[in-house]
Each structure stands twice: as C-alpha cells, then as structure tokens.
C-alpha cells in the first residue's frame, strides 16, 4: 500500500466522517435524535481512524516525537470513543429509558467516561502537534481541537442547539483537514527544525 493511496483513503475517510457528523446533526437541530440520524452517526464514526492515520502521515516527517505521541494517544482514544458513540448510536439509543438508565448506573458509565476522557486529551495533543508542524492551515487545526473536544464533552448531556452547532463546525474542520491533503507534504517552515532528526 502506498502512502499515496493511504493520503487519498484517509481524505474520502475524513470527508464521510465529516458528513456523518455534520449532516445528522444540522438535521437534528430541526427534528431532534431520530434512528436515521443515529444510525448515519454511528456508522461514520468507523472512517475517523483511516482519516486520522492520513493527518498523523501527513505532517510525520516533520512533527517529531511529540507528534508520534499524540497520534498514539488520538488513535487510542479515537478507538475508544468511536466504540462509544457506535454504542450509544446503534444500541442504547433502541432500548427502553429503564434499561438504559439501569445500564449506565454501574461500570459501563465509568468504561464510556473513561474513554471519552482518553479521546479528549489524544484530540488536544493532535491539534496541539498540527498548530506546532504548520504543515496544515491553522483555522481547521484549532477546529479539530476545539470541536471535537467539545463534541465529546457535550455527547452525554441533553441534545441543545448547540450540539448542532458543534456537530457543524466539527465537519467543517474536517472537511478541510482532509482536503489540505491533496497538498504537498511537510512544511517548508518545519522542515529544517532539529527536533525533527532527533525524534
């Protein structure tokens, strides 16, 4: 497999996620949580982990060690919240309020925390490698950061307008991370940094 054909997987990748995430939830903002909502979201979640690997590889060669570790932790935690959100999507969101309710009680809502928590601080790191390489324009970089750690805070509270909001702004970021891809590689500005040899 070719990293060329990894970058244009990864861009189709972050494009369907990004559907699969603004879509649903500029929908939502009219019709509230619907199966056909839920199901889109939860199946869209399985092209975050392509998309991701194609940003990490994007920027590698100049992101260094501290890169390596952040893509680590993103894709550890990605994983984990990616589970989450296919279960709450795809399973939680059939069964009855009781049985929910009973479910989340015991040490499946500590599992789902946990794992949100990962996700959380892996999506910090990553935004945090990105603003530092400079190979990808800064505004989408923030925005992965801001919203998708955002999106994770607000996934356990209550649907408001402004899950909607975030859902957007969320695909927006993603959009145009994926399509910063058909650009070159490294930055020129970075391609000269020392840390970058010795990581």
């Known amino acids: 497999m070719s ?20 879509l649903p939830g500029a929908v ?41 570790v952040a893509y680590a932790v993103n894709m550890i935690g990605l994983c984990l ?14 069964l009855d309020p009781a049985v929910v309710k009973t479910l989340l009680a015991g040490p499946t809502r500590i599992a789902l925390l946990g794992g949100m928590a990962l996700f959380v601080v892996g999506t910090a790191l990553f935004s945090a490698s990105m603003l530092r390489t400079g190979v990808f324009p800064r505004v989408p970089a923030v925005g992965y950061g801001v919203t998708l750690v955002l999106l994770a805070l607000l996934a356990p509270l209550p649907d408001t307008p402004l899950n909607s909001v975030v859902h957007v702004l969320v695909a927006a970021s993603l959009i145009w991370l994926s399509l910063s891809l058909r650009q070159g590689g490294a930055s020129p500005r970075r391609a000269a940094v020392p840390y970058r040899t010795a990581g």
């Open 28 to 68: 939502e903002a009219f019709t509230g949580e619907t199966a056909a909502t839920s199901i889109v979201l939860g199946l869209g979640i399985a092209s975050g982990p392509p998309a991701l690997t194609a940003f990490h590889l994007h920027q590698s060669s100049s992101s260094g060690r501290f890169g390596a």
């Open 3 to 22: 990293l060329s054909w990894m970058s244009r997987f990864g861009m189709v990748c972050g494009v369907v996620l990004a559907l699969s995430v603004g």
């Open 81 to 94: 919240f990616a589970g989450v959100v296919f279960a709450l999507n795809l399973v939680v969101f059939f």
